[in-house]
């Protein structure tokens, strides 16, 4: 029983911390690509492929002034053909009447009803033929010169997507946020490691662009950044994330907040799993690999992490019996509450990361169990705050 005990624990530790050590510590063994220089391949005369920048929204009036001018300058900053498209996703509150202003500069597409954010960005898509599109949140702060960066890798035949690195930027306002703000940069590690090997394994809907060739519309109540940057890898091309283009945004400030957002996100994640699993499994075996380490073996971490609890118990319970595992447990569980109500940060960065995880495990139990998909969902109010005079500095 000890023995079995013991295996279980060595088999569930090592299954959670793959995603994030063992994985990316087997890539640095892997062939490594250079990163394309698309500056350099750069002949005189050639064109610069036209860009179409498609954002939806919903209720963004805090945020959607300051994006769009952001947008427009790295229109100009761009030296080929740019649109910029806004689908209005049903808003309530003034986003409509502040895009007005740009209707001379901009195609803005108003709907009354909600449809979801995929749909408003289908529908953006099919209103275009530009070679590239570029995809962005509202909330999203960047530089002037993205589209430049994003675009540039595209003289590599083989780029079939280039991604932007995102970055918290409010990490000191909670535990919460500072919590998700360290993830993040575990996250942004391991996806430059990937840049040069297997290439990264989905996209956040931060910033990101591709080949209009290579987009596939993805199903309304599919979440379209994963469904799309997960067609680019299904078709044997590379996706890469950019060094030289960096942007900012808000993490999640409140727990509940950030219960919501990793519930939904889970839960639209394995959607697309199960949708796109047919034709993922038929990848090279490298790409086969990087998709189950970085994507499914994360998304059941909740579970690795119980089993392990569990196991450890189990084993306790063999070595000095069980009441005495009761009552340590008890007392454990009591330390914690009295270090929690002392804002003891250590205690609460580790409760906030746990509430973190049950919010992942309530998602993908969702869409395992239920027929949830999350087509239409409101987004955190703590990541919609106005921009600081700093985070438009930025750009």
């Known amino acids: 029983m000890l023995i079995t005990a013991f295996v279980i624990a060595a088999a569930s530790i090592l299954l959670g911390i793959h995603p994030f050590i063992t994985y990316p510590l087997s890539l640095l063994l892997a ?83 909600r449809h979801g954010k995929t749909w408003g960005m289908t529908h953006l898509v099919s209103q275009t033929d530009s070679d590239l599109l570029m995809f962005t949140d509202a909330n999203v702060v960047s530089g002037d010169e993205a589209l430049v960066g994003l675009s540039a890798p595209f003289r590599d035949p083989s780029v079939g997507l280039t991604s932007a690195r995102l970055r918290y ?14 993830y993040w940069e575990i996250e942004e590690a391991i996806k430059r490691i990937e ?41 044997e091309k590379r996706i890469i994330s950019v060094d030289s283009v960096v942007v900012y945004e808000r993490s999640a400030a409140i727990a509940g907040e950030e219960f919501n957002r990793k519930r939904r996100i889970a839960c639209q994640a394995w959607n697309v799993h199960r949708t796109l699993w047919p ?19 994360k998304w059941f971490m909740p579970l690795f992490v119980m089993i392990t609890g569990l196991s450890i118990l ?24 009295i270090a929690y109500l002392l804002k003891f940060k250590p205690v609460s960065m580790i409760l906030s990361i746990a509430y973190s995880l049950f919010g992942v495990a309530s998602g993908i ?23 600081s005079p700093d985070e438009q500095s930025a750009r």
């Open 31 to 113: 062939r490594k690509q250079p990163l394309p220089d698309g500056v350099q391949q750069m002949r005189a005369g050639d064109r610069a492929p036209s860009v179409a920048i498609c954002m939806s929204v919903f209720n963004e009036e805090r945020v959607i002034a300051v994006k769009m001018d952001s947008l427009l300058a790295m229109a100009a900053a761009y030296p080929g053909a740019v649109s910029v498209n806004v689908f209005v996703d049903g808003a309530t509150d003034s986003t409509p009447q502040i895009l007005a202003a740009y209707q001379d500069r901009a195609n803005i597409v108003l709907s009354k009803e």
């Open 169 to 182: 930027n409010n990490s000191e306002e909670s535990v919460t946020s500072k919590s998700g703000a360290a």
């Open 195 to 235: 840049s040069q090997t297997v290439g990264l394994v989905g996209v956040d809907g931060a910033m990101f662009m591709i080949r209009r060739s290579l987009y596939q519309a993805p199903p309304p109540h599919l979440i379209d950044d994963l469904y799309v940057s997960l067609g680019v890898l299904i078709a």
């Open 279 to 297: 034709q993922l499994r038929k990848m090279s075996s490298l790409r086969l690999y990087g998709y189950i380490s970085h994507r499914v073996l």
């Open 314 to 337: 189990w084993i306790l319970a063999l070595l000095i019996g069980s009441e005495k595992v009761g009552l340590l447990t008890l007392g454990g569980l009591l330390a914690i509450y």
């Open 365 to 387: 139990s969702e869409a395992i169990f239920t027929n949830k998909t999350y087509t239409i969902w409101l987004p955190a109010n703590s990541v919609r705050a106005e921009p």
